[in-house]
């Protein structure tokens, strides 16, 4: 059973435009996301959290948010660079912190001049 | 430089035949933890450590051991590998501070059972 759900594998957005990607997840427990982002070769690179006390969190380019009542998140990337062409795992914590992991199945995103 | 590093980065083995990946931190972080990562179904956590000689199941530990007993090093341990944990597998660390931010990983090990 998938707790965290990325169901777009895959996204195209063109240079400059809003790249934006969406997670769904089912437990209620989860107080804490947080979104990673991979190139090929690599391992996971931290990108942004979110706390569930929040809604929205903003970190220069990259924007996260939390709609709880939905179980739903999302990241915006504004604007969109294709150095930002790599696969975006959401994942989710119920403790608060980020021990306890649990991965979507992730986004592939091109950016494309 | 702040890292995380594992050893071997790919490996091809045959069925039952032992073998143990190496993670290494040099951040002086108490958590440490692996994954394994698998097409559809992102990553999922095999093990993790909370400190030295501190180990506990995360959600898919069935045929992987670990052991802590130093802070730096959390070796990952298939004492008779099957087919099924063909994967790509990930190591990570977090100083308790950083653990409201986030973990470390590791670049990565390519593991192929045949």
């Known amino acids: 059973d998938q707790q965290v759900k990325q169901n777009s594998p895959s996204l195209s957005v063109q240079e400059g435009r809003i790249s934006i990607l969406n997670c769904d997840y089912t437990n209620s427990m989860f107080d804490y996301f947080l979104w990673y982002k991979k190139y090929p070769a690599e391992g996971p690179t931290f990108l942004i959290s979110i706390s569930s006390i929040k809604d929205k969190n903003e970190d220069g380019r990259f924007t996260v948010f939390l709609n709880k009542s939905a179980k739903h998140l999302s990241l915006h990337i504004v604007p969109s660079q294709p150095g930002d062409s790599a696969v975006y795992f959401c994942a989710a914590s119920g403790d608060g912190t980020a021990s306890k992991l649990t991965f979507g199945t992730g986004t592939r995103l091109q950016v494309t001049l | 430089e702040a890292q995380v590093t594992q050893n071997p980065r790919y490996l091809i083995t045959v069925t039952g035949k032992k073998l143990t990946v190496t993670c290494s931190q040099n951040?002086?972080?108490?958590?440490m933890s692996w994954y394994r990562q698998d097409p559809g179904l992102g990553l999922r956590q095999i093990y993790y450590?909370?400190?030295?000689?501190?180990?506990d199941k995360g959600d898919v530990p069935e045929g992987y051991k670990v052991s802590r007993k130093e802070k730096r090093n959390f070796p990952l341990i298939l004492e008779s590998p099957s087919p099924n944990q063909t994967s790509l597998y990930f190591c990570?660390?977090?100083?308790?501070?950083?653990?409201?931010?986030?973990?470390?990983f590791g670049p990565g090990t390519r593991l192929t059972v045949l």
């Open positions: 990570a660390s977090s100083s308790w501070s950083h653990l409201t931010d986030t973990q470390y």
């Open positions: 450590s909370m400190n030295v000689e501190v180990t």
């Open positions: 951040m002086n972080h108490e958590y």
